[in-house]
């Protein structure tokens, strides 16, 4: 039981060169979300999706770009990495619908650092 | 615009002591609050929910939560600290996408 893979743990860049975080989910979830973690930011919401084929933009979404072309597969791409998305990233997913009251599921976080 | 307030980053308390971090809400409706726990290294961890079934909310490892609706709060507690509740916890709002708006957080020290 899975539940919310992230791919790599880890990751170092160089300034403007490109990447791509890989989320994937095993609960047929509908929605599923990246945040950015900083240190005394709490977690800021980058992008988010609420089904397959349609994304959206969150608080944070300058510099990132997503796709949601599988259900259980949310993609979060830097095209020209800078120094300031070192952060620790976190894709989540939760099921559609009750209002806001369904509980989101994290993976256990991506380590970029950006030189 | 939905929000949490966390204050003081860095909480630090006695083992056995009284563990109490405060969150603040602001909504303009009825709002679904969480509190999340991360341990180091980690993702985050639900605690606990309210969605306005019940005031008083009780979640894992012992901790629970009153929501305060003339307060606006929803303060977490816990009676008796334990080492191992030495983590990072988070307040958070929900809207009607399940987005959460997080407040900065709390880091809580345990002393032996």
């Known amino acids: 039981n899975a539940g919310v893979t992230q791919t790599p743990k880890f990751r170092v860049l160089k300034t403007g060169q490109s990447m791509t975080l890989l989320c994937a989910q095993d609960m047929n979830h509908e929605y599923m979300y990246w945040y950015r973690q900083d240190p005394g930011m709490g977690l800021r919401l980058i992008h988010y999706?609420?089904?397959?084929?349609?994304?959206a933009k969150g608080e944070v979404p300058d510099g990132y770009n997503v796709s949601r072309l599988k259900k259980q597969n949310f993609l979060l791409g830097l095209e020209s990495a800078a120094p300031s998305q070192t952060s620790v990233y976190f894709c989540a997913s939760s099921p559609r619908g009750s209002s806001g009251a369904n509980v989101l599921t994290f993976g256990a976080g991506s380590r970029l650092t950006v030189l | 615009a939905q929000s949490v307030t966390q204050l003081g980053s860095h909480v630090s308390v006695s083992e056995g002591a009284l563990v109490l971090l405060r969150c603040n809400y602001s909504?303009?409706?009825?709002?679904?609050l969480f509190w999340y726990v991360q341990y180091p290294n980690q993702g985050l961890q639900l605690l606990l929910k309210y969605t306005s079934a019940a005031t008083l909310v009780k979640g894992i490892n012992g901790f629970e939560a009153e929501f305060k609706k003339s307060e606006t709060s929803f303060h977490l507690t816990k009676p008796s600290a334990h080492m191992s509740d030495a983590a990072e916890y988070f307040c958070a709002v929900s809207d009607e996408n399940n987005r959460l708006a997080f407040g900065k957080g709390n880091q809580v020290v345990v002393i032996p």
């Open positions: 909504s303009s409706v009825p709002p679904y």
């Open positions: 999706s609420v089904g397959e084929g349609t994304t």
